[in-house]
């Protein structure tokens, strides 16, 4: 059990259409961070989230962006949906004080 | 800029076989984290094990071991006595040392290790 739990599981979406996907931790994991995986590929650094403010990104256009919010909950955000951002997604957070980041089970992403 | 190598894109083993999973890493911090998580297909990245870059104490939990060399910047993973469980793709991942609350993964491609009965 790492704590972390993704909604929904699994989703289809059409392209130029939005998505929310949403993330919650428990009490403590006071760093969030969301990462995309495509398939056959290793997971991609979208962006963290530290105590509500964004403070690292990685190479992803702005049309993704995200919340956090002090209940340790964060959503992710993609608007305009390509084709190309079919793929799992992946809530990842940290416990304050330890070192080890750990994973929800994801949320797999079907852009039609 | 950092980066992991996974070099092996699938492994095939049988039963109760030994394996060891190769990564390699490049960074130009002086502290950093190394991690191998392990994915089954149901997607979940589960966490193996974590590695401070300055303990290379090598590292054993059942049938997993870890083999952490800086002067090849390789932590390598072997499985012992290998199950068909073991089934999954194994990721190496590699972080800075949260200096600034940066936490930021780099992860490999990862290995597709088999285990046939």
Redesign the interface.
Known sequence: ETGVTQSPTHLIKTRGQQVTLRCSSQSGHNTVSWYQQALGQGPQFIFQYYREEENGRGNFPPRFSGLQFPNYSSELNVNALELDDSALYLCASRIQGINTIYFGEGSWLTVV | AQK?TQAQTEISVVEKEDVTLDCVYETRDTTY?L?W?KQPP??????LI?RNSFDEQNEISGRYSWNFQKSTSSFNFTITASQVVDSAVY?C?L?E??G???????????TLLTVNP
Do not use: I
Not at chain 2, 100 to 110: E, V
């Open positions: 992991v984290y991690f998580y149901s997607g979940e990245l589960v966490f974590r990721f991942a972080s040392a949260g600034g609350s940066n936490y930021k993964l780099t992860f490999g491609k990862g």
